[in-house]
């Protein structure tokens, strides 16, 4: 790192800008109750730029989340039901013809909004997903012959049904590689649900308070990639990836056979904006190795391909994750 | 009278040589027996002959292919045994036979060939014949009507020549399953077959003074390397706690290894607070660039020495140990 960093700078700097997260997430909290890992997981998305793959049962407010993320930020939000019918015009917009005018014009779909939830992705089939999956990556929709970029910031919240897989389309490896985190929410406590409870019986439902604009949103985003992160955490990063690839050479020789791929070098990318966000989040200006590993599962459980003997022997990606964490010296 | 007296000298020769002849017969004897004379069908039993005779004599005993009589079947034809008795020469031949067919039967008188190379003559002895029955199987005449259950065949008791070959196929199965076993752990599961046994190491206390020792004296911070100082003195202190107290620090961050020490009373919250605040004071200086003055550097490895020094285990000195030491 040949870059001059004054660190001291930068952590005030940190502090000072990412005062707003401690604010979303008090709104937030108003609504959403219990979920943390599923608010700070939502936050990450946004300050880093990635999407995000929700996996959970039915109820578990990921809807509730994200619709209440849009509201604190002031951003346009659209909800995508995805249907075995659904077809890419449904998602992306398609050109309709005007008899009065004598032309066609574009109807723009629902992709064109800041947040956009596109919920239970695995039940439209692949032509569909990839048409989704395509403008999350490239973020711009083609129509006819006329290209459009996406408002920034875009974030697209896909959920999957962990159960109930008849007649679904999983999505395949190369897609689920460009969601940058996939998190798992569970069931809330009890007196979690109790809370809930009582707050859905009671006349006032809480309203979140629109807190910041999108642009101070990108923003944020700017202050989060100055975080710093030292050569040695970017090490840690890298050998964690690499890990997953080779881990025979990391004293793991068998997991060799439960492993068919490890992560990408979009993995180790992700990894490092994860950490970054993370870090921002805590309201620090450099990143240290707890960082690295809070959000080690969520950007690498989804990037983790598994052998049928992993599976015979019920072990899953976040096994090997654990494993790998406590073999891999911290720096 | 001439014709008379040679008649007569001839008579005398023939008789004086077929004397000679006759007591070395006498000397020769041939004799054929059977184990039983009472065989049940199917079951087997020995037929020996046997020739006694004088080492000069020569005897050729009938020779058999697969039957010695019709119904009485050779099973099997055993080496000729000899044995020397008395000066004469006594050999044997002992044939296993068996019969299919119930009935009284004769093993005729069988022609010994004995030949005396001396004197060229040959002559022949006829062994007595041997009487035997083949019984079938005892019917029960008490209640002979009855129907009755069909028996087994009757057991031929157990050699050891029927074991052996069960026994070889036992061990292959041993050791294709050893074979197995070897190339699964090798191949499959790529662990060592025999693990080697662990060295024992130096104290973990011992190992870790050394290298705060040899920090202490390279006089790292001194140079500016303070990234480098701290980040050689972190891993000291965290091998020492992975060895003295089997927590996996190497492998934690300093939030886990503090967490570690806060559930476990393994030390002193003095103790504790100054490894939080060295290990925090690392961090930042590892990956935050942060500087540290010169007083923090010592005081860091002050702690070092410190935390290793009162967390050491204590020897317990035994009390003849003590007593010698005070001689």
Redesign the interface.
């Known amino acids: 790192m040949s870059e001059i960093v004054d660190i001291k700078e930068l952590n005030e700097r940190i502090q000072r800008e990412s005062a707003f997260v401690d604010l979303i997430s008090i709104e937030m909290n108003k609504v959403i109750i219990g979920q943390k890992h599923l608010v700070e997981s939502l936050l990450i998305g946004l300050l880093s730029d990635g999407h995000i793959l929700l996996e959970g049962l039915p109820g578990l407010a990921k809807t509730l989340a994200i619709t209440t993320l849009a509201k604190t930020t002031h951003a346009g939000f659209s909800r995508i039901q995805f249907t075995p019918d659904l077809l890419p015009a449904d998602v992306v917009g398609t050109m309709i013809y005007s008899p009065k005018k004598e032309e066609f014009t574009v109807k723009k779909g629902p992709i064109f909004n800041n947040f956009v939830l596109a919920d239970e992705i695995n039940r439209a089939p692949a032509k569909v997903q990839s048409a989704l999956l395509e403008a999350m990556q490239e973020k711009q929709v083609t129509i006819g012959d006329q290209t459009f970029k996406l408002q920034q910031p875009f974030l697209v919240l896909a959920t999957q049904n962990p159960i109930e897989q008849e007649g679904t389309y999983p999505l395949p490896e190369a897609q689920v590689d460009r969601f940058m985190l996939k998190t798992i929410i569970h069931y809330p406590k009890k007196e979690e649900e109790l809370m809930i409870v009582r707050e859905n019986l009671s006349k006032n439902f809480p309203e979140p308070n629109a807190i910041l604009k999108t642009e101070d949103i990108l923003k944020a985003r700017d202050v989060v990639k100055d975080v710093y992160m030292d050569e040695k955490i970017e090490k840690y990063i890298v050998d964690i990836v690499f890990a997953t690839r080779y881990p025979a050479e990391y004293g793991l020789p068998h997991l060799k056979d439960m492993i068919s791929f490890g992560g990408s070098p979009r993995a180790s990318i992700n990894l490092s904006k994860a950490a970054k966000a993370y870090a921002f989040i805590k309201r620090r200006g450099y990143v240290i190795p707890e960082d690295v590993r809070a959000m080690c599962h969520d950007v690498l459980r989804h990037r983790i391909g598994l052998t049928y003997q992993a599976e015979a022997e019920n072990m899953t990606s976040e096994d090997i994750i654990n494993e790998i964490l406590n073999t891999i010296e911290v720096p | 009278m001439i014709r008379q007296k040679q008649y007569n000298i001839f008579l005398i020769l023939v008789l004086l040589f077929g004397v000679s002849a006759q007591q070395l017969k006498a000397q020769v004897t041939v004799s054929v027996k059977m184990d039983t004379v009472r065989l049940l069908i199917g079951d087997q039993t020995k037929l020996r002959m046997e020739a006694v005779f004088p080492a000069s004599a020569l005897v050729g005993f009938p020779i058999f292919a697969d039957t010695i009589i019709k119904n009485l079947e050779i099973v099997n034809i055993a080496n000729p045994d000899t044995v020397k008795e008395n000066g004469n020469l006594k050999v044997t031949q002992e044939y296993t036979v068996t019969s299919f067919d119930a009935g009284t039967y004769e093993v005729p008188p069988m022609n010994f060939t004995v030949g005396f190379p001396k004197s060229g003559r040959l002559d022949t002895l006829l062994s007595v014949p041997v009487y035997f029955i083949v019984m079938t199987m005892p019917l029960d005449t008490v209640t002979r009507n009855a129907i009755a259950d069909i028996k087994k065949p009757i057991e031929a008791p157990l050699t050891m020549a029927e074991v052996w070959p069960y026994v070889g196929y036992g061990l292959a199965v041993l050791v294709i399953l050893f074979l197995a076993y070897f190339l699964y752990m090798k191949f ?3 662990k060592p077959i025999f693990e080697k046994r662990e060295i024992p190491k130096e104290p973990a206390h011992i190992i870790a003074l050394r290298s705060l020792d040899a920090l202490n004296e390279e006089k790292v911070w001194q140079r500016g390397e303070l990234k480098e100082y701290y ?1 050689r003195l972190t891993e000291v202190v965290r091998r020492y706690i992975e060895d003295r107290f089997q927590i ?1 620090a ?6 886990d290894i503090i967490d570690a020490f806060r559930s476990g009373g393994l030390l002193t919250n003095e103790l504790k607070n100054d490894l939080f605040d060295t290990l925090v004071r690392a ?1 930042f200086v ?5 500087t540290t003055l010169a007083d923090e550097n010592e005081e860091s490895m002050k702690f070092a020495y410190n935390f290793v020094l009162k967390t050491k285990p204590v020897e317990i000195l035994r009390e003849e140990d003590e007593i010698e030491k005070g001689d």
């Not at chain 2, 590892?286 to 942060?290: D, L, P, T, V």
């Open positions: 499959a599961r790529k980040s996996p190497m492998e934690s961050t300093s939030d961090d590892k990956f935050a660039k942060a």
